[in-house]
């Protein structure tokens, strides 16, 4: 039996045998088709060389885990303390406290009552270091005051304690569009309390440069960095002014971002903020440091339809903020779209970290994203373009007169618009809901809970406005769900397949995949068909819609006849899936109303289908 051959065995390859074989497979096509762009402009290459004179990013120490925090949004003090508990005794090393009309209040949060308060936090032994973070709302002192008051009551030395205040009056504004106090005034009250503060004893950190208002409204990695920095650094002149000394001011100041399912982007976001505000802290005159960084996974990749698959975005989402060097991580429970998520999601949440902390061992390593190609390549790309929208918010005269001129919204709209053209080509994909729907899915449970009160009080700067990019699909499955309670069947389209199963297999699978996006039921036959049994299962179906798909060589032959047959048999819509090219004209003719392919506007060819069904 011969020898396998060994790697030493081969010849070493370099980029031009790679190319020279791209080139071939490419057929003609143009090297740039394998590249992307990020939102933000970025190109992003099929491949890349070793960056071997890369540095380390300081962040957190090699051997040191990430804390596992999980959010409490329970607004019932009870409720909420069932599950902390629950929560600290099986994995969690920490709270996020989510107050009502804070940056991540996503429809539930705790109301900024000390009675509700104590009442939650009963039994969190703080003296053992418990990390608490704060989201606070436009009460912010309030609940600041209300946590430290507890403390004390406790007879605790607040020295001892593992609180991260969290206060963002700067990123309250952005999500509501208004706040209790305007910022130069709040700069004053923020100088204030922070100095009660540190005087009682509390370590801080006391306020945060958050990004996620500008990540949940659809902005870009860029405009998420600039906006969290340029807040970071509106906080860290307050407390200067106030008195503190610079080098104190900066350690008052940690950062949270967000984390998606875009992998390398998000590892290099995270990168990235650690980079920006070292060059901060130079232009101060400081030795950098090593920010506080934390993450929470994004909410405008959640999905109500098929939930489940959040699991999966939370996880490489997770995974992407903890090789990006993220000294705590929340994931957001799979059903947090659908309602207050319930013990089971919350324990999924928790799994999710701790197999990434125990099983794959990432955080052993200090920034093991040094040296690769793509990511520091990324890094450098997205720290130069936030560098240069963070001094146009400088420019400005820093974030909050940015967001009351409407300079930071308008840059987030460009980045939203384009995602969402992105979404209704189902060029960014969300499996689940636009590609692969289970219309038979099960409801998922979740907890009955109050929803967050609307936030209300004098606008004084538009709100960058939380999305979730799933929600236009949604609603159409929405209108699917009350077409079945109304007609007791689902709207329904046949798909009409020609020929062999060889032939029209991959475009039926698009074609039902496209239509039950938008919870359209697509009768598929199980087997090839003549033309008379076509049409016999077409009248069996009660679809009044119809889908033709097969491919290009069966189209001219049989495409034209069979249209004309649908619509004699009384199809209202006949599509066909594809692009036929020279045979447009003649299928036309023959009663083909609309082509489906991919890169189309599926939006837009659902909100159709409907229409055409009279609904």
């Not at 309030?142 to 963002?168: E, H, K, T, W, Y």
């Not at 967001?403 to 080509?425: F, N, P, S, T």
């Not at 929803?451 to 700067?461: F, H, K, L, Q």
């Not at 032939?503 to 087997?527: M, V």
Request: aromatic content about 6%; some cysteine.
């Amino acid at each position: 039996m011969a020898e396998l051959p060994l790697a030493r065995d081969f010849p070493p390859a370099d980029e031009a045998a790679w190319k020279a074989l791209v080139e071939k497979a490419l057929k003609g096509a143009p090297f740039a088709s394998l590249e992307s762009k990020s939102y933000d402009g970025i190109v992003i290459e099929p491949l890349y060389g070793r960056a071997s004179d890369a540095d380390v990013v300081p962040g957190r120490a090699p051997g040191t885990p990430w804390e596992v925090i999980q959010r409490v949004d329970i607004a019932d003090g009870k409720t909420a303390n069932r599950q902390i508990l629950e929560d600290l005794n099986n994995g969690a090393s920490g709270l996020s406290l989510v107050f009502q009309g804070s940056a991540g209040d996503y429809g539930h949060g705790l109301p900024p009552s000390e009675a509700v308060l104590k009442e939650a936090l009963e039994d969190v032994h703080f003296e053992w270091g418990v990390p608490v973070e704060l989201q606070l709302g436009p009460l912010c002192k309030d609940a600041a005051l209300m946590l430290a008051n507890l403390v004390q009551q406790r007879g605790l030395a607040p020295s001892d304690v593992n609180i991260r205040f969290g206060f963002d009056p700067i990123g309250v504004l952005a999500a509501n569009g208004w706040n209790n106090v305007i910022w130069p005034d709040m700069a004053n009250v923020f100088a204030s309390l922070t100095s009660e503060m540190v005087e009682q004893g509390f370590k801080g950190p006391f306020a945060v440069g958050d990004g996620r208002p500008v990540h949940a409204a659809g902005g870009s990695e860029a405009q998420e960095l600039a906006f969290a920095l340029s807040t970071a650094l509106a906080y860290m002149r307050a407390a200067h002014d106030g008195g503190v000394p610079l080098d104190t001011a900066r350690r008052l100041i940690f950062f949270r971002l967000a984390a998606d399912q875009n992998q390398f982007l998000t590892t290099a976001k995270f990168r990235s903020i650690r980079k920006l505000w070292s060059r901060v802290e130079e232009a101060c005159g400081l030795e950098p440091e090593p920010a506080f960084v934390t993450a929470e996974t994004a909410w405008r990749m959640m999905t109500k339809r098929d939930s489940h698959g959040n699991i999966v975005r939370g996880t490489i989402a997770a995974l992407a903020a903890a090789v990006g060097g993220a000294n705590a991580v929340t994931v957001l429970p799979f059903s947090a779209a659908v309602g207050l998520p319930d013990a089971f999601a919350r324990r999924i949440a928790r799994n999710t970290q701790t197999i990434l902390l125990e099983e794959s061992n990432l955080y052993r390593v200090a920034d093991p994203a040094a040296g690769s190609g793509a990511l520091e390549a990324l890094t450098r790309a997205l720290c130069l373009e936030a560098w240069t929208l963070f001094q146009q918010i400088e420019n400005a005269d820093g974030p909050a007169e940015a967001l009351r001129q409407g300079v930071i919204q308008g840059g987030v709209a460009k980045a939203r618009a384009a995602r969402e053209a992105a979404i209704a080509r189902r060029k960014d994909s969300l499996v689940g809901t636009s590609d692969f729907p289970d219309l038979a899915e099960a409801e998922i449970s979740v907890l009955d809970g109050v929803s967050s009160a609307p936030c209300e009080g004098e606008r004084t700067a538009e709100p960058l406005h939380r999305m979730r990019l799933a929600e236009p699909f949604e609603a159409l499955r929405d209108q699917s769900d009350s077409y079945l309670a109304a007609h007791g069947t689902r709207p329904k389209v046949f798909l009409a397949c020609l020929g062999r199963p060889a032939d029209f297999n991959a475009r039926a699978t698009f074609a039902k995949s496209l239509f039950e996006a938008g919870g359209i039921e697509a009768i598929a036959p199980q087997a090839a068909q003549s033309r008379e049994e076509m049409l016999k299962a077409f009248e069996a179906s009660g679809a009044s819609l119809a889908c033709l798909c097969s491919s290009d060589k069966i189209y001219a032959s049989e495409g034209a006849d069979a249209a004309k047959a649908l619509k004699e048999a009384g199809v209202k819509h006949v599509y066909l899936a594809g692009k036929p090219g020279d045979l447009v004209a003649e299928l036309k003719s023959a009663g083909v109303e609309s082509f489906v392919s991919a890169g189309a506007d599926a939006l837009e060819t659902l909100r159709g289908a409907y229409a055409n069904l009279g609904a």
